[in-house]
């Protein structure tokens, strides 16, 4: 059950890094705030407007995906579409083989991690290298991400120092600089000898057919310089009308993803390299990827593919922030993670349909969504959802809710069992007087017993 997965994953987490991973999203979040209210007179009315561009995206794909098919064509480009994860690996594999390719050189891209596209390629012979520093720690250790914007938040650099040691690119050295002065001397003979370039896009404007990526380390830029093939894999969702509507989305990405005014690097591509340049990739695939996304689309969660992967919701959740990203056993971790690993998954992978109960419902999640998604009335509606299919709604272990309701139903047993409460705090585990209570406890710490004085500080309140 994940509710309890999680909980087990957060009590075993390292001190450390639960503590590196909670002051690294509690300083980007507060930074993230401080930024949008100082320089945004109204920033939840720019993120009311940012979600009902997406929103209008999703409700109008029909049209628009054939739209910005025609232009991409226009521009040069040759669009492909895939149904499934399989049939975006194998559209990639199709391209690279037609080339006699054997070199990839791979921006950050998610929808590259959500299909898997590494292994498929490393089945067939291909070498994809991951060059977003983060990323390229991740490949080297066989790690996986556990965050959308900082996929090695969980690491620190002593980590990294050794195991670049380990992997022949200097000896142990963890000094900040000479770790990525490492990795760039590493990845820049690797750009030359690749022959194509993967990335992802932020967004695809349908107005233009230009595809836009946001980067702060230019690996994007010099996976697409020396490459004479670009391929980009874009989830079909990644769509926004015009070219003005990047203005507030950009904005708003840069300062929610990494608390900037803008990202470093951002890249407007439009078709391949003109007769007139001197560089750049002669040829443009652009793979349009469904991989589930058309069934929630069908759903009543289609709200959460506005997201624009900023993980601003990760950085403010209490949940993500103890348990850390790998808790979520999937490539999209956090409250947006809680909502679409499920559904992308839908049946292929039953074990996550319990992701949306990691949740407390706080509603921070939301708060913070600068396409203002609802995330905790998505998780209460997949919730509802699992338990018409007959899902347990609570871990094992969990005391049943009904016995709450009856409880908090009849005042007499109420006070009652606020008595027993006092007495309870004064047990120790293995005397609590009902087994289910003793299992619960395994895994959760009971608060401690403050009282309950609610009624009389009530009739206090309310007596003139
Ligand atoms: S759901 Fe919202 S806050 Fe979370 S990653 Fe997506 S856009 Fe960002």
Not at 378 to 395: N, S, T
Request: aromatic share 6%; with cysteine.
């Amino acid at each position: 059950m994940a509710q309890q997965l999680i909980d087990q994953f957060a009590a075993r987490l390292p001190a450390d890094r639960r503590a590196a991973v909670y002051q690294s999203t509690k300083t980007t979040h507060e930074k993230r705030t401080a930024m949008l209210f100082d320089q945004f007179a109204e920033p939840h009315r720019l993120r009311a407007l940012a979600g009902g561009i997406k929103q209008h995206v999703l409700e109008n794909l029909d049209t628009l995906l054939p739209a910005v098919e025609a232009k991409l064509q226009a521009n040069g480009a040759q669009v492909h579409w895939a149904a499934t994860a399989e049939a975006a690996c194998a559209a990639v594999l199709r391209i690279m083989q037609a080339r006699g390719a054997t070199k990839l050189v791979k921006a950050k891209t998610m929808v590259s991690e959500e299909i898997a596209l590494e292994h498929f390629l490393a089945a067939h012979g291909i070498e994809a290298l991951e060059t977003d520093l983060g990323e390229f720690i991740v490949q080297l250790d066989h790690d996986r991400p556990s965050h959308i914007v900082r996929p090695i938040i969980h690491k620190n650099r002593r980590e990294i120092a050794q195991s670049f040691e380990r992997h022949g690119l200097g000896a142990y050295d963890d000094d900040p600089q000479t770790i990525t002065r490492r990795a760039r001397q590493f990845l820049r003979q690797k750009y030359l000898q690749a022959d194509v370039g993967l990335t992802g896009a932020n967004f695809v404007s349908v107005e233009s057919g230009r595809l836009v990526l946001v980067t702060n380390e230019g690996n994007s830029r010099f996976s697409l310089a020396a490459p004479k093939c670009h391929i980009a894999l874009v989830g079909i969702e990644k769509l926004v009308p015009r070219d003005r509507d990047l203005g507030l989305l950009l904005n708003l990405l840069a300062r929610s993803a990494t608390a900037q005014q803008l990202t470093v690097y951002t890249e407007f591509i439009t078709g391949p390299k003109a007769a007139t340049q001197p560089d750049g990739p002669e040829e443009l695939h652009v793979i349009f990827v469904d991989n589930g996304r058309t069934d929630v689309l069908a759903s009543e969660c289609r709200a959460i593919l506005r997201c624009i992967r900023c993980g601003a919701c990760m950085n403010v959740c209490p949940v993500y922030r103890q348990a850390s990203g790998h808790a979520y056993r999937s490539v999209y971790p956090g409250p947006v993670g809680a909502v679409l690993s499920p559904l992308l998954a839908g049946k292929k992978f039953p074990e996550l349909a319990d992701l949306p109960k990691a949740s407390s419902l706080c509603g921070a999640c939301h708060e913070v969504c600068p396409v203002d998604i609802p995330i905790p009335d998505l998780l209460l509606r997949l919730r509802d959802q699992g338990k018409r299919a007959g899902a347990p709604l609570a871990a094992a272990g969990t005391p049943p809710m009904g016995a709450w309701a009856l409880l908090a139903s009849q005042p007499a047993a109420w006070k009652a069992a606020l008595l027993g409460g006092k007495i309870i705090n004064y047990l120790p585990t293995k005397l609590l007087p009902v087994p289910p209570l003793r299992a619960w406890e395994k895994s959760r710490t009971l608060p401690e017993w403050r009282g309950g004085e609610f009624r009389r500080w009530l009739r206090h309140r309310t007596t003139p």
